[in-house]
């Protein structure tokens, strides 16, 4: 069974920066996306950006483009990070890590945009950037 742990939430003021860790274990094969989707009161969730742990394959939400990373430890490749720069107040949200085994990288576009066969999701953790 996979399991996902995330940390590095907080409060950030406007032009802020934070990163957050997803520390994933219990995969039986190599093949995974995992990703980062957020929900925000009120609002649907939406995923962020996703990577092939595979292979580095990454996809980013048209929104965070430019101003968020999302990378895997080269040495550990269960540990995946979401590195948040330029934050805005509309970033704020609960943050979740998430996984679902790799099948294409179209694929890959229609779980950030549904969520769908998500196989693990973390507790999430709370980004709140204030103005």
């Known amino acids: 069974e996979v399991q996902l742990v995330e940390s590095g939430g907080g409060l950030v003021q406007t032009g802020g920066s934070l990163r957050l860790s997803c520390e994933a274990s219990?995969?039986?094969?190599?093949?995974?996306?995992i990703g980062w989707f957020r929900q925000a009161p009120g609002k649907e969730r939406e995923g962020v950006a996703g990577?092939?742990?595979?292979?580095?394959?990454?996809?980013y939400l048209d929104s965070v483009k430019g101003r968020f990373t999302i990378s895997t430890d080269t040495a550990n490749r269960n540990m995946v990070y979401l590195q948040m720069n330029g934050l805005e107040p509309e970033d704020t949200a609960v943050y979740y890590c998430?996984?679902?085994?790799?099948?294409?990288?179209?694929?890959?576009?229609?779980?950030?945009?549904?969520?769908?066969?998500?196989?693990?999701w973390g507790q999430g953790t709370q980004i709140t950037v204030s103005s």
């Open positions: 998430a996984a679902v085994p790799f099948t294409t990288e179209r694929a890959m576009g229609v779980w950030l945009r549904t969520g769908i066969q998500t196989k693990a």
């Open positions: 219990g995969f039986t094969f190599d093949d995974w996306n």
């Open positions: 990577i092939r742990r595979r292979n580095g394959f990454i996809q």
